[in-house]
Structures are given as structure tokens and as C-alpha cells.
């Protein structure tokens, strides 16, 4: 069991502007489980899934490619789907990857 309480969150940079991410655990096939934190107008570039993709909007307003979501809206993503991420508020996102993302472009 892994059990990781609201105080023991360990927030990282990650190397695109305004976006942080508190990493829960990876998963044998390269996948990870992770809170997203996002500033209003930042975003993450498009990329490819090789696995499903679950998504769960926690607060904010977010673009997931074409789709619009809110507090409490949840996305599935099936393996070959592509698409970036954009703030259009302040957000937080859970996000859970069955396997790794490669990057479709580098900004």
C-alpha cells in the first residue's frame, strides 16, 4: 500500500514554464501516476500515448486538445491519441499514464 497525505507532497519543476508536478509513483511499463499543477496560459506540448491515459481536472479550466474541461471533468485517452495541454486558469490535474509519453514537439 502507498499512502501519500497532502503534507508530504514533494512539488517539481518540470522544464515547461508554470507547470509543476508532484510524481505519486511510476509503474513497471513506464507509465506514472502524478498531480499535475498548472498557471493560467501555461502549457505542456503535444505528445503521443502508448498506452490509455486517465485524466481528472481537480480545479481550474484546461484545454486537453481540443477539448475543454472543469473542475470534476475526467478524460481517457486510448493508446495513439495525441494531444497537448493548456491552462486557460489556474489548474491542478491528476493524471494517470499506463505507459510513457514521448514529446511530438519541444516547446
Known amino acids: 500500500?502507498?499512502?501519500?497525505?497532502?503534507?508530504q507532497r514533494?512539488?517539481?519543476p518540470t522544464p515547461y514554464p508554470g507547470i509543476e508536478r508532484c510524481l505519486f509513483r511510476n509503474n513497471d511499463s513506464g507509465g506514472r501516476s502524478s498531480l499535475v499543477r498548472l498557471v493560467a496560459g501555461s502549457r505542456f506540448p503535444r505528445h503521443a500515448h502508448q498506452g490509455t491515459e486517465e485524466v481528472v481536472v481537480l480545479s481550474g479550466l484546461v484545454m486537453l486538445g481540443e477539448?475543454?474541461?472543469?473542475?470534476?471533468d475526467y478524460l481517457f485517452t486510448e493508446p495513439g491519441?495525441?494531444?497537448?495541454?493548456?491552462?486557460?486558469?489556474?489548474?491542478?490535474i491528476f493524471v494517470s499514464s499506463q505507459?510513457?509519453?514521448?514529446?511530438?514537439?519541444?516547446?
Open 1 to 7: 500500500m502507498l499512502a501519500i497525505k497532502t503534507a
Open 10 to 12: 514533494d512539488w517539481q
Open 67 to 72: 477539448v475543454e474541461l472543469a473542475a470534476g
Open 81 to 92: 491519441e495525441e494531444h497537448d495541454v493548456r491552462a486557460l486558469t489556474d489548474a491542478m
Open 99 to 107: 505507459k510513457a509519453t514521448p514529446l511530438l514537439e519541444t516547446s
